[in-house]
């Protein structure tokens, strides 16, 4: 079994940053794929971004250019940077690792706010 623990989470402004990161609690990155996805209230759970085993990486059109997702193996740890946050990215935040495909363990979330 593997735990992953998401944080990073907070209120900014329209405009600002935050970095999120997702902790396993073993070494699995550098062989399974991790995607962040994120739920808004009333709203369906939604892939954000995803980075492979080998490094390759994928993202929604709505965070492209604003998000990048990345690894550090030695520390067991997958972030996401965001920039450029607008208020429709508030949601709650969630890792998922798989061994081909993210879906196999979650975190429990961290939640974004994007407000003034």
């Known amino acids: 079994q593997v735990q992953l623990v998401e944080s990073g989470g907070g209120l900014v402004q329209p405009g600002g940053s935050l970095r999120l990161s997702c902790a396993a609690s073993?070494?699995?990155?550098?062989?399974?794929?991790v995607g962040w996805y994120r739920q808004a209230p009333g709203k369906q759970r939604d892939l954000v971004a995803t980075i492979s085993s080998a490094s390759s990486t994928n993202y929604a059109d709505s965070v492209k250019g604003r998000f990048t997702i990345s690894r550090d193996n030695a520390k067991n740890t997958v972030y996401l940077q965001m920039n450029s946050l607008k208020p429709e990215d508030t949601a709650v935040y969630y890792c998922s690792a798989g061994p081909i495909v993210p879906g196999q363990f979650w975190g429990q979330g961290t939640q974004v706010t994007v407000s003034s």
């Open positions: 073993r070494s699995i990155f550098n062989i399974y794929a």
